[in-house]
């Protein structure tokens, strides 16, 4: 098997290329909110990149995970969303896309807070192994990667992202 | 504006045909869960020309969507699921994918009585203007509608179907 080499930073700049279209349906600026903890570092930069203003949203998934039971708080950071999200355009972000469960979990904490009008998905790379009816609206990579195996976003001193791959 | 001419019954043999190769996608045969009511009407008949034994799930969205505050209980029966949804593949069925409103409160629904090892979605009828990021694994017809008309499936005595389009 050849080993998987994702260049982080090149898909980051893609990302942000097929944001701008994205980003131009709308009547008025949509708001970012990022997964943490890979789709905060995202939604940060690209906060700045297409000149937003303000700070994104941090959504966890903690709280609303269907294995709660197994894991706990142990991931994910806490909840801050910086505006009112009842009848707000959002775009969630997130690094990885994989059995869509995460996903489900932000969709359940972010109506906690409220109605948005809608949810758009962008994230860096869908790895497929679908596992609930969710689908990006953006992805730039689309990988496949064994069950054993996790994929998450780093980010080193400089603000440099690269992929982690690790066995489970 | 022509008019809209949608062949419930026609489209019905499509979505058959379509679910064919889907059920050889897994290992043991997937169990079909139906949205109230149109989407029940199209389990119950998919459940019978699969062969497949027993009955099909019944789902509500009726507690868990998101304008509960003004539709109440009014729309959409009780969910009767006559099996163990835990470690299951699942299959949703329904008429008219539309904002993914009613998919989100179904999901929730279904996990409130366990965790799924998989649900898949499939719809007779997509119709866009999506406002969640959800998208079926199977839609034989996608359509375009004004936001003022509603569209859903129709049953006659004999069983057959058609849809039916309103004015809200």
Request: no cysteine; hydrophobic share 45%.
């Amino acid at each position: 098997m050849s080993s998987l080499t994702l260049d982080a930073e090149a898909l980051y700049r893609e990302l942000l290329a097929g944001m701008r279209p994205l980003m131009t349906r709308y009547a008025r600026p949509p708001l970012l909110v990022g997964v943490a903890s890979g789709g905060v570092w995202l939604a940060q930069r690209l906060q700045a990149d297409l000149g937003l203003s303000g700070q994104p949203g941090v959504l966890s998934s903690s709280m609303h995970r269907d294995d709660f039971s197994q894991r706990g708080l142990a991931s994910g950071g806490t909840t801050q969303l910086p505006f009112d999200v009842n009848a707000a355009d959002l775009i969630v972000v997130d690094d990885v896309l994989y059995t869509g469960r995460t996903i489900r979990a932000v969709l359940n904490e972010l109506f906690d807070y409220g109605r948005p009008a809608s949810v758009k998905l962008v994230v860096l790379v869908d790895r497929g192994g679908r596992e609930l009816p969710v689908q990006p609206d953006l992805a730039v990579a689309r990988v496949s990667l064994p069950a054993s195996q996790s994929l998450e976003l780093a980010r080193d001193d400089a603000g440099q992202f690269s992929f982690k791959v690790q066995d489970k």
